[in-house]
C-alpha cells in the first residue's frame, strides 16, 4: 500500500505532488492521498519529512509491526514507482543507454529547471533586499526560457525527452509546464515541441483521472 503526502487545496493551484500522483495512476496502484497544511505543517509530519516538505511516499511494510519506507522527493519517488512496476515500462531497463538518458534528464530537470522555478516563485530567498527581487525573478525567466529552448530542440524529432516511448521523465516535465506565472507561460507557446509533448500527455487516462481529482484543467 502506498500513501502520498501532498499539500491542501488552497496552498497552490499546481501542487508538486502531481507527478508522483500521475504515476500511481499510471500503475495502477492502490494508495491513499493525504493532505498537508503547509502554512501550518503538523507536527506528526515532520517525522515524515524532517524539513516538513511535500511531497512523501509512504510505502507500508510487509510486517505490520514494521515502520514504512518514506520516499522523497518526486524525482525520487518517480523513480522509485518505475522500477517497482517494471511492466508499466514507465523507465528503460536498467544498465541500458536509455536508462543512462533518463537519470541524465531527470537530473537536469530537477536540479537545474526546477530550482529556477524556485527562483521564480520564491525571489525573496535568494536576495538580501526587497529591491533584488525583480532582479532574481528576471534572471531566472531568463535561464527557464534558455531551458525551454534547449527541451524543445530535444523534442524535435521525438515525442518524449526518452525517445518514442513515454516515461516518468515527462511526467516530470509536464509537472513543471504547470508551475510557471503566466507572463512566462505565454512564452512557452513558443516551443511548439514542448506543446506538442504536454498535449500526448495530457491525452492519457491516468493523466486526465489524476487532473481531475484535484479540479485541475488541461493546459493543452
Not at 199 to 213: D, P, Q, Y
Amino acid at each position: 500500500m502506498y500513501t502520498l503526502y501532498t499539500c491542501s487545496k488552497g496552498y497552490t493551484d499546481e501542487p508538486t505532488s502531481l507527478a508522483p500522483q500521475i504515476a500511481l495512476e499510471e500503475i495502477g496502484a492502490d494508495y491513499n492521498l493525504v493532505e498537508v497544511d503547509l502554512f501550518d505543517v503538523p507536527e506528526w509530519f515532520y517525522k515524515l519529512h524532517p524539513r516538513g516538505k511535500i511531497p512523501v511516499l509512504a510505502v507500508s511494510p510487509s510486517d505490520p509491526a514494521g515502520e514504512p519506507l518514506l520516499i522523497y522527493p518526486s524525482t525520487a519517488i518517480l523513480l522509485y514507482l518505475a522500477e517497482q512496476h517494471p511492466s508499466c515500462k514507465l523507465l528503460p531497463a536498467a544498465g541500458t543507454n536509455q536508462r543512462a538518458l533518463a537519470y541524465k534528464w531527470m537530473i537536469y530537470l530537477s536540479e537545474e529547471l526546477q530550482a529556477w522555478f524556485m527562483m521564480d516563485s520564491f525571489p525573496e530567498r535568494y536576495c538580501l533586499e526587497e529591491s533584488q527581487k525583480t532582479i532574481i525573478e528576471s534572471k531566472a525567466a531568463l535561464l527557464i526560457d534558455e531551458a525551454w529552448q534547449e527541451i524543445d530542440k530535444e523534442l524535435a524529432t521525438h515525442p518524449y525527452l526518452l525517445g518514442q516511448n513515454y516515461s516518468v521523465i515527462d511526467l516530470f516535465l509536464y509537472m513543471t509546464t504547470r508551475w510557471i506565472r503566466p507572463e512566462i507561460h505565454k512564452r512557452l507557446n513558443h516551443y511548439p515541441n514542448i506543446a506538442r509533448t504536454v498535449s500526448l500527455i495530457e491525452s492519457r487516462e491516468a493523466v486526465l483521472r489524476t487532473l481531475k481529482n484535484n479540479d485541475m484543467a488541461v493546459i493543452s
